[in-house]
C-alpha cells in the first residue's frame, strides 16, 4: 500500500488568479466566461504573481499565475460570455 501524505500548505491559484487578473484588467466584459489549467502545484511561501494580457485576436484576456521563481503555476482565458 502506498504511502500517505497530509500536504496543509498547497495553494490552488486557479479562481484566486482569476480574480487577482480581474481587479487588474480594467477592459475584461462585465459577463464573462473563465477557463483555467492548473499546470505547477504552489506552496505557500513560494509567492504568487499574477499577470494579464489582452488576446485582441481571440477576443479574450489571458491570465497567467507563477510562483516569485518565474515558474508557471496555472493559465486562464477570460472571454465574452456567448448571450443569446
Not at 26 to 44: G, K, M, N, Q, T
Amino acid at each position: 500500500m502506498g504511502e500517505v501524505r497530509e500536504v496543509t500548505e498547497l495553494i490552488t491559484p486557479g479562481p484566486a488568479a482569476a480574480l487577482a487578473g480581474l481587479l487588474g484588467v480594467p477592459d475584461v466584459p462585465v459577463v464573462c466566461e473563465y477557463s483555467y489549467r492548473l499546470v505547477a502545484p504552489l506552496f505557500f511561501g513560494q509567492g504568487l504573481v499574477v499577470s494579464a494580457a489582452a488576446d485582441a485576436d481571440a477576443g479574450a484576456v489571458r491570465v497567467s499565475a507563477r510562483d516569485a521563481g518565474d515558474r508557471e503555476t496555472a493559465t486562464g482565458v477570460i472571454r465574452p460570455r456567448v448571450v443569446g
